[in-house]
């Protein structure tokens, strides 16, 4: 692969590991952020004909979440802005069971370019890269999940699924639904990394009302706060409450277990208190 590949959010959790993925391999590759020498801000559109010039393939992780209100409008915006630029291949990261980021696919499948849709469930990497690391820190993890179980995924399977999608033909126009093998509640995940860390983590179960009330009171940003609620209460409904053959069908072999994932990132020292 010798086009240029914009890799939007490609300091991110799945973008940064398909950058890496990618130079490794000697592709051409351009990491699309707001740093990023050439510049690229999903609130700044003027930032993005700099950032798409020469780029022949396009991975697409919106900010901060796909089923955010205005994400469908940049990424249609994005689209046309992509077609103008000469761009032949775009690759989504989406959401499992979500409306919003369906909407979003439907916008890339019929945009007239090559596309592979990468729907995600839950990724493993927010205990210790996202927003669950300090809780896991501090010993006890508080959230309103209930107990519906989620087929925790790990990133580096999105980025391998991702760089093939990139890179060969074969992934073009494709759906892969990505989920790990077996379904987990939240109380079973913390219990994992527990294990893995030999520490006692404590899981705190909450309703969603409470938990968006201790929200407010610890003034986290309205639009994140509102985000986290709206991500919960997706997880509520069920829908993700099964297993998919994605990371299968694309690679060619099984997802990575949470269980493995605990172990790997407890010996690399992140949840050491």
Request: aromatic fraction near 8%.
């Amino acid at each position: 692969m010798n086009a240029t590949t914009l890799v939007i959010g490609g300091k991110g959790k799945t973008g940064g590991r398909i950058v890496e993925r990618l130079t490794a391999s000697g592709a051409d590759v351009r990491i699309g952020s707001r740093s990023s020498a050439i510049p690229f801000d999903w609130a700044d559109r003027s930032t993005w004909p700099a950032a798409l010039a020469g780029a022949r393939r396009v991975y697409i992780s919106y900010y901060p979440d796909i089923i955010v209100p205005g994400a469908l409008d940049a990424i249609a915006a994005l689209i046309e802005a992509a077609r103008t630029a000469g761009v032949e291949r775009l690759v989504l990261l989406s959401g499992r069971g979500e409306e919003a980021a369906q909407a979003a696919e439907r916008l890339v499948q019929a945009s007239g370019l090559e596309w592979t849709i990468v729907r995600c469930a839950w990724f493993n990497q927010n205990f210790d890269e996202g927003y669950l690391l300090d809780p896991i820190l501090a010993g006890e993890v508080v959230l309103p999940a209930g107990d519906m179980p989620e087929p925790f995924l790990d990133t580096d399977d999105i980025a391998d699924v991702a760089v093939a999608a990139l890179a060969e033909d074969s992934h073009v126009g494709e759906v892969y639904e990505l989920t790990g093998p077996r379904l987990m509640t939240f109380a079973e995940t913390v219990a994992e990394i527990s294990k893995a860390t030999g520490r006692e983590i404590a899981y705190v179960p909450v309703s969603l009302d409470d938990y968006k009330a201790a929200m407010a009171a610890e003034d986290v940003p309205a639009d994140i706060a509102w985000l986290i609620g709206s991500l919960f209460a997706e997880l509520h409904k069920g829908r993700n409450a099964h297993l998919s053959d994605g990371v299968q069908r694309a690679l060619g072999r099984e997802p990575k277990d949470f269980a493995d994932y605990a172990r790997d990132a407890a010996a690399r020292g992140v949840w050491d208190a």
